[in-house]
């Protein structure tokens, strides 16, 4: 992350830099790593249990729309500002620190896990979440809102098209010739440097010192790192008994840690085709990423 926020501040990283290394981690990279890790964690067995596991993190999610929906009324977060608020507290950034955190903390034991939070995050941010942010316009008159639909071809970007092939392959039963297997791995392996690179240049675009804490963005940092991590944490500590659901623990700490991963990345960039308050969601997105380096470790200490 230091070494993409100087390089890009001593201008060695273009402009377009970091909209490349993007589309090479989530079109390229990312469905590589997550192709070999399908084959490398999973067996046809474990699969069934695998979707099985949807339905926690399916929970949280919606506990968390469910409240940031009722702040939204409670603290009147204005039009223009609504859609971040929520995506900022119900839906994390499981791409670009998420998955290279887990590695980190976890190994690639975890990757299974990871990938049941990511297609349930995935599926909320691009049918629900963007939908909200969309029909948050302040320009658009109420029939105009009405008139916005889900948009079902972003709920299956090229991760999610890269964990449904590596499934279908694994279900056949055949075996990755070798160079294939090292081949996916050398590519898949530039996710996590490639990410903490494109975070730090993020971070020098956004201006750190242009950051400031006001009413919205306080809330929605505290849902962000304190609601959707304490409702993960009840859900996996007394929700999966009650429901008689096996979680082990390895799968608990997983989902708990991508509960309170920062902001989605992309919320400037989607607050702005929708017209509305960019420095916001750029003070939250840069704000969440900062704080996160000292989340993480207290998360940890919960979750031992």
Not at 78 to 85: A, C, D, M, S, Y
Not at 102 to 124: C, D, E, Q, W
Not at 164 to 179: D, S, Y
Not at 246 to 261: D, E, K, R, W, Y
């Amino acid at each position: 992350m230091l070494l993409g926020y100087v390089l890009r501040r001593a201008g060695w990283l273009a402009d377009s830099f970091s909209r490349n290394i993007s589309k090479l981690i989530t079109q390229i990279a990312l469905p590589a790593s997550i192709f070999i890790s399908v084959q490398n964690n999973l067996t046809r067995g474990s699969l069934l249990n695998l979707f099985e596991d949807l339905l926690l993190p399916f929970i949280g999610v919606v506990i968390s729309y469910v409240v940031a929906f009722i702040l939204v009324k409670v603290i009147k977060v204005k039009v223009g500002r609504r859609g971040t608020f929520i995506n900022t507290i119900a839906n994390a950034n499981t791409i670009f620190i998420g998955m290279p955190l887990n590695i980190a903390l976890f190994g690639n034991r975890a990757m299974p896990y990871f990938l049941v939070y990511y297609i349930i995050n995935t599926v909320s941010t691009w049918a629900f979440g963007v939908f909200l942010i969309k029909n948050d316009d302040p320009t658009l008159v109420a029939q105009e809102k009405k008139e916005h639909k889900i948009e079902w071809k972003k709920i299956l970007p090229m991760p999610l098209v890269g964990f449904i092939v590596a499934v279908i392959w694994l279900l056949t039963g055949w075996e990755l010739p070798t160079f294939a297997n090292q081949t996916f791995t050398y590519i898949g392996n530039l996710v996590t440097p490639l990410s903490l690179i494109y975070i730090g240049i993020v971070l020098a675009d956004s201006g750190i010192k242009s950051v400031h804490f006001d009413k919205d963005t306080v809330i929605a940092l505290l849902g962000r790192f304190i609601l959707a991590p304490a409702v993960m944490i009840f859900l996996v500590k007394i929700g999966a008994p009650a429901l008689k659901l096996t979680v082990p623990s390895l799968m608990g700490q997983t989902f708990i840690v991508q509960a309170a991963t920062p902001a989605l990345s992309v919320l400037p960039i989607l607050a702005n085709e929708a017209h509305g308050d960019v420095d916001y969601a750029t003070n939250v997105v840069v704000l969440s990423t900062l704080l996160f380096i000292v989340v993480v470790p207290v998360l940890m200490l919960i979750v031992g």
